[in-house]
T-cell receptor, first 111, second 115 residues
Framework: KQEVTQIPAALSVPEGENLVLNCSFT??????LQWFRQDPGKGLTSLLL?????REQTSGRLNASLDKSSGRSTLYIAASQPGDSATYLC??????????FGQGTILTVHP | EAQVTQNPRYLITVTGKKLTVTCSQN?????MSWYRQDPGLGLRQIYY???????DKGDVPEGYKVSRKEKRNFPLILESPSPNQTSLYFC??????????????FGQGTRLTVV
């Protein structure tokens, strides 16, 4: 059974810092890995999708990497801003397309 | 604009009163699913559909029904809601399931309170 873990559970940083969020998964036979952002009580916004054959994907200040063999993905946020404050979730598709999510990392960026 | 639309966004209801949460996507996606999100339990899949007239149970299907009569719509039905169904619900869609370049899109969520 696929299990997804995110570390840390919460992170508080001053504005301008570069930061790394971690996601690990137990079964390396994945099709892809997706990173989402969720604002409090709101929907999930897709940030990046990394296919199983890719090593990384970039979108603006975000860079996500994937190491299937070690069961890890990282989300790198450069020059963090208060508007980046949110919960970040990683997810991998498992049987019949169900997404298995990590518990999320709550990020707070202080002005 | 490509999107998944859920309605209503917020709903307070009483125990036992049937309700339907609608979900519609405009991307011609084959795969649609419903999740609920609860503190400490994360996101759990309720039901999914791989195409029109094809639905199946997810991890927590008890107390819910779904239908997929049209490709774009996937309503979630609570025949007799109970307080333990108070949750934040999300509808999701993707072009197909278990494909490397298939991205999942989520609706804005429905906050349901059953009293």
């Amino acid at each position: 059974k696929q299990e997804v873990t995110q570390i840390p559970a919460a992170l508080s940083v001053p504005e301008g810092e570069n930061l790394v969020l971690n996601c690990s998964f137990t079964d390396s036979a994945i099709y892809n890995l997706q990173w989402f952002r969720q604002d409090p009580g709101k929907g999930l916004t897709s940030l990046l999708l990394i296919q199983s054959s890719q090593r990384e994907q970039t979108s603006g200040r975000l860079n996500a990497s994937l190491d299937k063999s070690s069961g890890r993905s990282t989300l790198y946020i450069a020059a963090s801003q208060p508007g980046d404050s949110a919960t970040y979730l990683c997810a991998v598709p498992t049987s019949y397309g169900k997404l298995t999510f990590g518990q999320g990392t709550i990020l707070t960026v202080h002005p | 604009e490509a999107q998944v639309t859920q309605n209503p966004r917020y709903l307070i209801t009483v125990t036992g009163k049937k309700l339907t949460v609608t979900c519609s996507q405009n991307m011609n996606h084959e795969y649609m699913s419903w999740y609920r999100q609860d503190p400490g339990l994360g996101l759990r899949q309720i039901y999914y559909s791989m195409n029109v007239e094809v639905t199946d149970k997810g991890d927590v299907p008890e107390g819910y029904k779904v239908s997929r009569k049209e490709k774009r719509n996937f309503p979630l039905i609570l025949e007799s809601p109970s307080p333990n169904q108070t949750s934040l619900y999300f509808c999701a869609s993707s072009l197909r399931h278990l494909n490397p370049n298939t991205e999942a899109f989520f609706g804005q969520g429905t906050r349901l309170t059953v009293v």
